[in-house]
């Protein structure tokens, strides 16, 4: 092989070197700009087919939890989130808070319930109750109202979907990842939510077994090979 060849194949390789530098500095400011974005977005909110209502928003994404527990604001949510991450014992991945309500309006018969006593071989009535009970799917209650105070025993069943990943994915596009909520209950609304996710940087260098079929670095001549070998990761594709 010529040194003209040699020149040129060295010349390839910073080259590709050179790109990977870029792309890891483009590829830090665009997860920077992503979380940046995310902090300022708004709760998406809508009803499916079904009647369930479901919500979605951008989730904090970064390499760091350094970068949510530094991170100011007045977002009671996004503090609520800083919590749940500060107590987080362990190596974290993801965190998700939501809070939600459940608004239920329906009519039940009433039964009354009456107290009475014999008196002079007569009944009479001495006090008077009324009593409801419902139960359905999501829901299940009894209430027993008296004269000086009301007994309620109400349980409410909610059951979630919750989702979270990446939505977009365009060339030279750093992902973007969202959290998503569906209330199976369809009589449950969302009302906050926010999520944060480590995103751990990719390693750049590996070692390992090799074969293949490359260049000789004596003589850089194609041949092959089998061996130990370190390994740069350049670009990675998905």
Do not use: C
Request: aromatic share 8%.
């Amino acid at each position: 092989m010529s040194n003209k060849s040699k020149i040129i194949i060295v010349l390839i390789v910073l080259v590709f070197l050179l790109i990977a530098l870029l792309w890891g500095q483009i590829s830090k400011g665009q997860t920077a700009e992503n979380f940046n974005k995310a902090i300022n977005q708004e709760l998406r909110l809508a009803v499916n087919e079904k009647g369930q209502h479901e919500a979605s928003i951008a989730v904090l994404t970064a390499q760091k939890e350094a970068a949510l527990n530094n991170l100011q604001t007045k977002d009671s949510v996004i503090l609520w989130l800083k919590e749940t991450v500060k107590d987080y014992d362990g190596a974290l991945n993801t965190a998700i808070v939501h809070k939600g309500v459940t608004q239920t309006k329906e009519t039940t018969q009433t039964f009354i319930i009456r107290d009475t006593v014999q008196l002079e071989g007569e009944l009479v009535e001495v006090k008077k109750n009324y009593s409801t009970k419902w139960s359905n799917r999501w829901e299940e209650g009894y209430i027993l109202a008296k004269e000086d105070s009301i007994f309620r025993d109400i349980k409410v069943k909610n059951e979630y979907e919750i989702t979270l990943g990446a939505v977009k994915n365009k060339l030279f596009k750093a992902k973007e990842y969202e959290v998503k909520v569906v209330n199976l209950n369809p009589n449950t609304k969302t009302k906050e939510l926010r999520s944060f996710q480590v995103k751990n940087k990719p390693k750049r260098l590996s070692l390992g077994l090799q074969i293949g079929y490359g260049l000789g670095l004596i003589d850089f001549k194609p041949q092959p090979y089998l061996g130990l070998g370190l390994q740069v990761n350049l670009l990675g594709v998905k």
